[in-house]
Each structure stands twice: as structure tokens, then as C-alpha cells.
């Protein structure tokens, strides 16, 4: 019961995110903050390719999680872990490009670099891995590529709080690190956690 809720929050949030960032691909400036409008039509392929390629990967990960769509569709499995791979490699490359025009400077652009490259890494783990055959090492890649994804997610529920909180500038210099390294660290706990339980002897 418990998954069953988590997965669905997670999917509910995931998409209705994608809903929301869809509005960039109308091209329209009034969708940029005001603080980035300039620099965002100065650089609008590579927003368009970032918003593209986060659309694949948030919404397509969620159903990878599914055990019973990996064990019945399994080459589903595989074409929907391709798509998602696709959207993170674009989204990745152009959100590292974009992470050098960061709002408010140096501390944003390194938060945001940073998620880029262990999003990008962390799907090329995933990938050489099912490449190898060892199933277990990519599904561990592909839950905290995904956690790294879901910070899509984790920044637009932070940030209302961090600018109310700290105002906007010191706000969104906070988001560009809590958006992604909280989910990183409940994932690594978790996988942490599954591990140590399965290593633990039956008792009666």
C-alpha cells in the first residue's frame, strides 16, 4: 500500500510538472522570469532542447518503476528506458549549458552544474551497466537518476518557501542545491536500507 501511494505522489507530481514547464514550448517570453527573460530568449534552443529533454525523463520515469510493465512488456521496458536516456542526455548537456547563465551568480551555477553532470553520469552508468548484463547496478543508477530528474519537482515546491523565507536572490541560491542533493542522499539511504535488509538472516 505504502509503494502503491509513493509511486502514485510521485507520478501525480511528475506529470503535473510536465504540465506546467510545457508552457515554455509555446515560445512565449511572458513564461521566462523576468529576472532571465533576456538571457533566456538570448539562449532559447538551448531552454527549448532543457525543457524538451526534461518533459522525456520526468515524464516517461515514473512508469519504469513499474515491475509488472518490466516483466510482461519487457522490450517496453527497454524503448521507454531508451526515450528517458535520450531526454536525459539533451536536457543534461543543455542544462549544463545553461547553468553557466544562472540567476544570481557563481553559488546557483555550481548547484545546477553540478546536478547536470551526476545527471548525465549517472544516466551513462545506468546504460553501460544494462549494457553488461548486470540488471541490479543499473536499476540502482536508474533510481538515482531519476531522484536527480525529480528535482524538477523538488525546486518548484522549495522555492515558494525559500524566497518567503530568505527572499529571492538567497532563495534561489539555496534551491539550486536543495532541489536535487536532499533527493540524492534519501535514495542512497534507501538503497542503503533495501540492501542491508535482504543481507539479514530469516528468523522465524
Not at 515554455?24 to 532542447?49: C, H, K, S
Not at 524538477?152 to 523565507?165: C, G, K, S
Not at 535514495?187 to 543481507?199: D, G, I, K, N, P
Amino acid at each position: 500500500m505504502r509503494k502503491n501511494i509513493g509511486w502514485s505522489v510521485m507520478t501525480i507530481l511528475s506529470l503535473l510538472i510536465v504540465l506546467v514547464v510545457s508552457r515554455y514550448l509555446t515560445l512565449n517570453p511572458e513564461m521566462y522570469f523576468p529576472e532571465q527573460r533576456a538571457v533566456y530568449l538570448a539562449n532559447q534552443t538551448a531552454v527549448i532542447l532543457h525543457v524538451i529533454g526534461g518533459i522525456l525523463a520526468l515524464g516517461l520515469g515514473p512508469w519504469q518503476f513499474l515491475v509488472r510493465l518490466r516483466e510482461k512488456r519487457p522490450s517496453v521496458h527497454r524503448w521507454v528506458g531508451r526515450i528517458y536516456l535520450l531526454g536525459v542526455l539533451v536536457g543534461g548537456l543543455a542544462g549544463l549549458y545553461m547553468s553557466t547563465f544562472a540567476y544570481t551568480g557563481i553559488v546557483a551555477t555550481l548547484g545546477f552544474a553540478t546536478l547536470a553532470v551526476l545527471w548525465l553520469g549517472s544516466g551513462f552508468m545506468a546504460l553501460r551497466d544494462i549494457r553488461q548484463g548486470n540488471v541490479d547496478a543499473h536499476r540502482r543508477w536508474m533510481v538515482r537518476n531519476f531522484a536527480l530528474t525529480f528535482a524538477a519537482v523538488t525546486l518548484r515546491l522549495e522555492m515558494p518557501f525559500l524566497t518567503m523565507a530568505f527572499g529571492g536572490e538567497v532563495g534561489y541560491m539555496i534551491v539550486a542545491w536543495s532541489c536535487w542533493l536532499p533527493n540524492l542522499l534519501v535514495v542512497e539511504w534507501w538503497m542503503r536500507r533495501q540492501s542491508a535488509t535482504a543481507l539479514q538472516p530469516a528468523t522465524s
